[in-house]
């Protein structure tokens, strides 16, 4: 995408919730991420077109477009937090003890996506937002198994709230 010519790309996911005080539902701007996924999409030959060897990652998500969701939220009424998503490798959701480690060291939502392509998108010189829809609470958060299902009903849920939080964002892009 960044070399036809996309200067900005908007990142969505399903997550689940480390931290304990987002609820089924709600939405969260990625401020930072931990790859924890033990894959770095960067890794081999470096193809200078794309961009720099080693490319700085210290702010992977743009402050202006983040900046602009707060303004879209504020503007449609939508709740929205902010907070570091945390990329495991998957399929499987993750175990308890895995999530406690995630809250100690600083995520707030797991998924299994979005890193990747932030930092090839990155990489490109493409300015990145990142947007997780916390579908379920983390496993071991709830005294609950975690379910497929459960997660697609939610994500049904709140899809008007996040096409219109998109909306917002895209207009003020």
Do not use: W
């Not at 480690?101 to 979005?114: C, F, H, K, N, Q």
């Not at 090839?120 to 958060?141: D, P």
Request: include cysteine.
């Amino acid at each position: 995408m960044g070399r036809l010519g996309v200067k900005q790309l908007i990142l969505t996911n399903a997550a689940g919730g480390v931290n304990t005080t987002f609820s089924q539902g709600a939405l969260m701007v990625i401020d930072d991420h931990i790859n924890l996924t033990g894959q770095n999409p960067l890794t081999g030959a470096n193809d200078d077109r794309f961009g720099p060897r080693f490319p700085d990652m210290s702010a992977v998500y743009s402050s202006r477009l983040r900046a602009l969701a707060d303004e879209a939220a504020r503007a449609g009424g939508i709740a929205l937090s902010h907070g570091v998503y945390a990329a495991l490798l998957g399929p499987s959701y993750e175990t308890p003890a895995e999530i406690r480690y995630l809250r100690a060291i600083g995520a707030d939502a797991v998924g299994m996506s979005t890193v990747p392509e932030a930092i090839v998108a990155r990489h490109m010189g493409v300015e990145v937002l990142g947007l997780s829809c916390i579908t379920n609470a983390a496993a071991g958060v709830l005294p609950q198994p975690l379910n497929h299902d459960e997660v697609m009903e939610v994500a049904r849920r709140v899809r008007d709230a996040f096409a219109a939080l998109l909306e917002g964002i895209i207009g003020r892009v």
